[in-house]
């Protein structure tokens, strides 16, 4: 039971960076725009909220610092991808690059020693149910913000006008300009938000997953996200469910290490990747089923006519 | 009064040279005030940066040895990009190809053997087009977004690479290091004169640059190529398939990374250990755009993209700065060259409003 216990909230809590990044690139790539730079912005997002704490400042501030870094680093992108019309594919890999530069020469004040991590929260009563209370009560608040934007976007997007109005601009952004919706204005918002989705889920890995600062420490979770949006066909749910199965990979690697398995190392950290390409044979060979909530205008330019 | 973005009725040709050089003269400024932020001298910084790595022999050499991988891999990655085939796992086909060489070097039955070299060459470049065959077969046959995959495969090859130098491969004579062995002396590319490292590694790079522009701009597959990215419709239309570019792009990216990590092994380095790369693979992707994926553009995209590497290297060395400022300049580049090549195909005007 204590190994259910320890496996599930481990993959609850190795889900967690997943799902912020993934659904904030879900907003973005449903307005039209790819941006592929999330390993870039969830590295910045992971230095400055690791610098903030270090610096002494509280950790919701710390935290909050990762996520505008995230948006700062997802305004160069909009700049280039929106304002002067940069292929999307260039611009999101020139980010991802020049965030692990700069993550890079944050962090090389930051020396090796750990910091105290974000607290999780005993929900008073609740946490202690048996069973049920270890299981979903006595996370970090993190966690549950996860879960709380998951709910809010999957509204947003489906539930509200200015949802539809989104998704109608990843459609076709010539008629939501002809409508008369500022296609530019919110294309950028789009990637703001992405942004500070993407920083929020750096911040996550330093300030709480491992609470230590190492170059590159995302370790491609950026990308994993990317894929993750393909995986989920663009819907929100599947993103969690998504997110879920790959928190629940590494969590299974790292509880075979700690087993001792017969297997190297390497192999079992090979998983999440293999796993990733196989999920993205197994859901790209069903083409209708990729069209149908794919984003029409991805990835593609838009100047309105004047 | 406002400005407005006005599409220009041709490409502006002045402009397309002028932004890769417009964009180069925009990172120094940048660079010059971040490091005047840091406290450094920005123009002596500037200085280690860019002159000090060319004024020695020593120095021009090291230029070349870094430029020849760049050039050989943006090359390869060119040919996919012209047809929209994303090949982003360049750095994990040049591991493979580093390791498939090595492990010929290190194994084959008869160390002295004339035939290593060329044998260790084929492994090289084998294993980088087995490692990007298999992007290719899953986006082709599987409609499987190739960016993702070969990104993927480069995490998988560091991590096997990793395995081989801990375990298997470790040099038992190696201090316990995370390395192999030293290849033994016929599987090594001898530099030109002892006292540098350049080899003759280039020719092959002075070859792949020609063997892209043969293709690319006097080939008909070529040609078809290039339609295939800039209008795929019109060139289904034609009869040309889209798996022909996604094999062909992506096989040339595997075989030409392949081949710089068998140079790379066999040449500067001797040996295998967890760095076998300096992000070449990587850098090569900015490299291709710096070129406008044209093979010429490509050789002076690589020798600038060099000097960073070798600039990073030289501030680090002298000035304690950390060699992350070379990838931090990289991506600048890259921003300021994509953002300059806007001023190619539009231009702003400023309109004043009608009262």
Redesign the interface.
């Known amino acids: 039971m204590d190994l259910f216990i320890a496996i599930f909230t481990g993959t609850v809590i190795a889900a967690t960076p997943l799902i912020f990044a993934a659904l904030g690139e879900l907003v973005v790539e449903k307005s039209g725009v790819l941006n592929l730079g999330i390993e870039g912005m969830m590295l910045m997002g992971a230095a400055l909220a690791f610098w903030a704490v270090t610096a002494g400042y509280s950790m919701p501030v710390a935290i909050m610092a990762g996520a505008l870094a995230g948006a700062a680093a997802s305004l160069l992108f909009g700049v280039l991808a929106l304002t002067f019309l940069t292929n999307q594919y260039a611009a999101g890999l020139a980010l991802a690059i020049f965030g692990s530069g700069v993550s890079a020469f944050l962090g090389r004040g930051f020396g090796s020693d750990p910091i105290e991590a974000l607290h999780r929260v005993d929900i008073p009563l609740l946490s202690d149910l048996p069973v049920v209370g270890p299981l979903l009560f006595r996370f970090d608040p993190m966690v549950y913000l996860a879960l709380l934007m998951f709910v809010a976007i999957s509204w947003f997007l489906y539930r509200t006008k200015a949802g539809l109005v989104l998704r109608t601009i990843g459609e076709s952004p010539q008629t939501s300009h002809a409508i008369g919706y500022p296609v530019i204005r919110i294309r950028y918002m789009a990637v703001l938000f992405g942004g500070l989705m993407a920083g929020l889920a750096g911040a996550y890995l330093s300030v709480a997953y491992t609470p230590l600062w190492v170059e590159n420490m995302t370790a491609g979770k950026g990308w994993i996200a990317l894929a993750l949006v393909v995986f989920a066909t663009w819907r929100p749910l599947r993103i969690l469910l998504g997110a879920w199965l790959f928190g629940g990979m590494t969590i299974l690697q790292l509880q075979g290490q700690a087993l001792g398995l017969e297997v190297p190392s390497e192999l079992l950290s090979a998983l999440p990747y293999l796993a990733t390409i196989i999920v993205l044979v197994l859901i790209s060979r069903n083409r209708q089923m990729l069209a149908l909530h794919f984003p029409a205008s991805l990835a593609k330019p838009f100047r309105p006519a004047s | 009064m406002h400005f ?2 006005e ?1 220009r009725p041709e490409p502006s040709a002045p402009m397309r040279i002028a932004a890769p050089v417009l964009a180069t003269a925009l990172t120094v400024i940048v660079g010059s005030i971040f490091f005047a932020s840091l406290g450094h001298d920005p123009l002596a910084t500037l200085y280690a940066f860019f002159v000090e790595p060319l004024s020695s022999m020593n120095g021009l050499s090291e230029w070349l040895l870094k430029a020849s991988p760049l050039i050989l891999i943006a090359c390869g990655l060119a040919v996919g990009f012209r047809a929209n085939v ?1 090949n ?1 796992g360049a750095e994990g086909q040049f591991t493979m190809g580093a390791i498939a060489a090595s492990g010929v070097g290190l194994f084959w039955p008869n160390p002295e053997s004339v035939l290593l070299l060329p044998l260790m060459f084929v492994a090289g470049m084998g294993a980088g087009m087995a490692w990007a065959a298999i992007p290719a077969f ?1 986006r082709a046959r ?4 190739e ?3 070969t ?3 480069t ?2 090859a560091t ?2 690479l ?2 081989l130098v ?2 298997p491969w470790r040099d038992p004579a190696g201090f316990n290091y995370p390395q192999t062995a030293m290849l033994p002396t016929a599987a090594l590319l001898q530099s030109f004169d002892p006292a540098y490292r350049l080899n003759s590694s280039i020719f092959i790079t002075v070859i792949a640059v020609i063997a892209m522009w043969l293709f690319t701009d006097r080939s008909f597959l070529g040609y078809k190529m290039s339609v295939s990215g800039a209008a795929p419709l019109a060139a289904r239309y034609a009869g040309f398939r889209e798996s022909a570019a996604v094999w062909i792009g992506l096989l040339a990216g595997g075989a030409a990374a392949g081949i710089a990590g068998m140079a790379e092994a066999a040449g500067p380095l001797g040996q295998l250990s967890p760095q076998i790369s300096p992000g070449y693979g ?1 850098a090569a ?2 490299v291709a ?1 710096i070129g406008r994926l044209n093979a010429f553009g490509i050789v002076l995209g690589g020798l600038l993209m060099s000097l960073l590497f070798l600039g990073g290297e030289g501030v680090q060395m002298t000035l304690g700065l ?11 580049l ?2 300021f060259l ?2 300059a ?2 001023f190619i ?2 231009r702003i005007r400023l309109v004043r409003e009608k009262a």
């Not at chain 2, 599987?142 to 977004?145: A, E, G, I, P, V």
């Open positions: 407005r973005i599409q994303w982003i899953l599987m409609n499987t977004n960016i993702l995959v990104l993927m495969m995490y998988i991590l096997f990793s395995y801990h375990g990587f992707i900015i755009f950390p060699s992350a400022l070379t990838r931090i300049f990289q991506g600048i890259l921003f994509l953002a090549d806007f195909f539009y």
